[in-house]
């Protein structure tokens, strides 16, 4: 049998990052190559020059080839934007018999009912992941599949993206075949959103059932997610990362913006009490100019400034989503994250737990060991997606299925063959026939 191979490309403001991995024997996600290049095509989430995000594309998936030494056809691609929207939706259908239990498809019917609602103009929908079931009006169901009643419901989050950024992607995938020399093979596989593939990377399975919120701080925007009883409840982007932080120290300290990436970079803190008053650096300005001191103090002060203005808008965002109280507090991921002292700054500002989220949770012995820090989290996620899906029941239903087949009775007809492949997160691709054959699913109730 061959050894399935997973690639997951994070297209990001500042970098293109290729990572690919398998499973090995033990369950745990090894990772056999990483390529990564940096990227001026992508603003704020939204490719904005497609030649310049196509050669940060071919470069990574270059250095990953070689790495890992395989031929990449497929990748996992995240989708990020300030423009992304998410909906709170609800559905059901009433079943003609109460006497047979509730199965799969009965749950997958929900689920295609969602893809009939009508999302913001010029937008598609991304994910449908459902939130809670109500069977006969008993509410708050997690799994309903084997239960009898006559009444289904569901509650759905529905996440939407502009069909242009992801038809932007998808041109930049097709440059980069041309390019690679693919000839028409390289493909997308599954498109998911940031900060659920860095969740997918990063969390412990208490902490997503205790309750948690995933910050994914990148480059121009800072993406959130918050799990809660293992089920994906709110996803959110606020439109400032890391890059905002760079213009603000080369605006306060007068420099140029390559010398403030780096003071960022090196000396950077999120707060300004640690910091000394006798540290100073010595900056280039212009040739034939002489050097700039700068204090660290005074370097820390602006970045304070501009990232607890950033921390309060992401606390307001999980208060008005009702999750300003989470159990398992706030894992900060991104390249942001390694800012000295933010893990600090969140805790102070809104009074949860705060770690950073290394993507090592689920992660063997690999190849390459600085795949393991937070500025990976999306990229390893990505590679997760591959491999399990992003609602936990999914999971249960695929490893039910052998056994639930070893256990059904001989079918009195032919019956239909059934989906295959996932049905919460790729639901989006498959074709809608179980739509059309709804008739015969009538019939057997």
């Known amino acids: ?23 090995n024997e033990y369950g ?25 995000t196509v050669d940060a594309i071919v470069k990574a998936v270059n250095e990953a080839e070689t790495q890992a030494n395989v031929n990449i056809l497929e ?56 939130q809670d079931y109500t069977v006969d009006y008993a509410n708050g169901i997690y799994d309903p599949v084997g239960m009898l009643g006559v009444k289904l419901e569901g509650d759905f989050h529905v996440i939407t993206a502009p069909f242009a950024a992801i038809a932007n992607i998808q041109k930049c995938i097709e440059k980069a075949d041309r390019l690679l020399g693919k000839r028409g093979q390289l493909k997308i596989n599954e498109r998911v959103q940031e900060p659920i593939a860095a969740g997918m990377a990063v969390l412990m399975d208490e902490e997503k059932e205790a309750g948690v919120a995933v910050v ?49 970079i090196r000396f950077g803190l999120a707060l300004a009490e640690p910091a000394s008053w006798n540290e100073v650096v010595s900056i280039p300005v212009l040739p034939g100019r002489p050097p700039k001191e700068i204090s660290i103090k005074n370097l820390a002060y602006i970045i304070e400034a501009r990232m607890e203005e950033i921390v309060e808008m992401i606390y ?17 991921t991104g390249g942001g994250s390694q800012l000295q002292y933010l893990r600090e700054l969140f805790e102070l500002t809104t009074g949860m737990h705060t770690r950073i989220g290394n993507p090592n949770q689920h992660m063997g012995r690999s190849q390459t060991e600085s795949v393991k820090g937070p500025m990976y989290a999306t990229a390893v996620g990505l590679v997760m997606s591959g491999f399990r899906a992003i609602d936990e029941r999914e999971n249960d ?14 079918p009195p007809r032919k019956e239909r063959e059934q989906p295959s492949g996932k049905f919460f997160n790729s639901i989006l691709d498959r074709t809608r026939r179980f739509l059309s054959d709804d008739m015969d699913d009538r019939m057997e109730y």
Not at 30 to 42: F, R, T, Y
Not at 231 to 238: E, G
């Open 1 to 23: 049998m061959e050894e399935k191979i997973v690639v997951g490309l994070d297209i990001g403001s500042t970098k293109v990052c290729a990572v690919v991995g398998k499973m």
């Open 28 to 52: 745990r996600l090894e990772i056999l190559g990483l390529g990564q290049a940096p990227c001026s095509g992508v603003v704020r989430g939204v490719v904005t020059n497609i030649d310049r």
């Open 75 to 130: 990748v996992n691609v995240s989708i990020s934007g300030q423009q992304i929207r998410s909906l709170r939706e609800r559905t059901g259908f009433t079943r003609l018999s109460a006497d047979k239990e509730i199965t799969v498809e009965d749950v997958m019917r929900l689920n295609e009912d969602m893809l009939r609602i009508q999302p913001p103009v010029g937008n598609q929908i991304l994910h449908v992941v459902p």
């Open 216 to 264: 994914d701080i990148g480059g121009d925007t800072t993406d959130i997610a918050v799990f809660h009883k293992n089920i994906i409840r709110h996803t959110a982007v606020i439109p400032f990362g890391g890059n905002i932080v760079t213009r603000d120290i080369e605006d306060g300290c007068t420099i140029q913006t390559k010398y403030a990436e780096l003071l960022k």
């Open 316 to 332: 307001s965002e999980l208060s008005r989503a009702g999750y300003d109280r989470l159990t398992g507090g706030i894992v900060l």
């Open 397 to 410: 239903y695929q490893k039910a299925k052998p056994v639930l087949a070893s256990a059904a009775p001989a």
